[in-house]
């Protein structure tokens, strides 16, 4: 909810959530027995969950667009989704981006190679 804003834009947000969406891969078939040859395509399961987050202060250069949210929509599933439970769906997100970062740091090595150079924290936000 927006409690409230300034002239520079800075905003106070109380009751916030933090969605996360994940797909977790279909379940494995190689226990089940089968007359056909071929295994038939199994749907991966995609989940969302919210985290609740609390109080925040948004400063006003971090705001890029604010609009109003339809709050009956947003009671609603999202579509193709379903909800998960916090823990499963929060590991599995972040393994997403662990995996991600590995991918991005041999990359990083491969330009730094062809270009002769190191990519210093490309793509990472250092504190």
Do not use: C, H
């Amino acid at each position: 909810m927006l409690r409230s804003w300034d002239q520079f834009a800075n905003l106070v947000l109380t009751d916030t959530k933090e969605r996360y969406f994940v797909t977790l891969p279909g379940p494995s078939l190689s226990g089940a027995t089968s007359l056909s040859t071929e295994a038939e395509p199994v749907a991966p399961r995609k989940l969302y969950a919210d985290i609740p987050r609390g109080t925040y202060l948004v400063r006003g250069e971090n705001v890029l667009l604010i609009g109003e949210v339809d709050l009956d929509k947003d009671d609603e599933d999202p579509p193709g989704y379903q909800p998960g439970p916090i823990e499963e769906v929060f590991q599995v997100q972040k393994e997403a981006e662990q995996e991600r970062k590995a991918k991005d740091k041999i990359k990083g090595r491969k330009v730094g190679d062809l270009w002769g150079g190191e990519m210093e924290a490309s793509g990472e936000v250092l504190f």
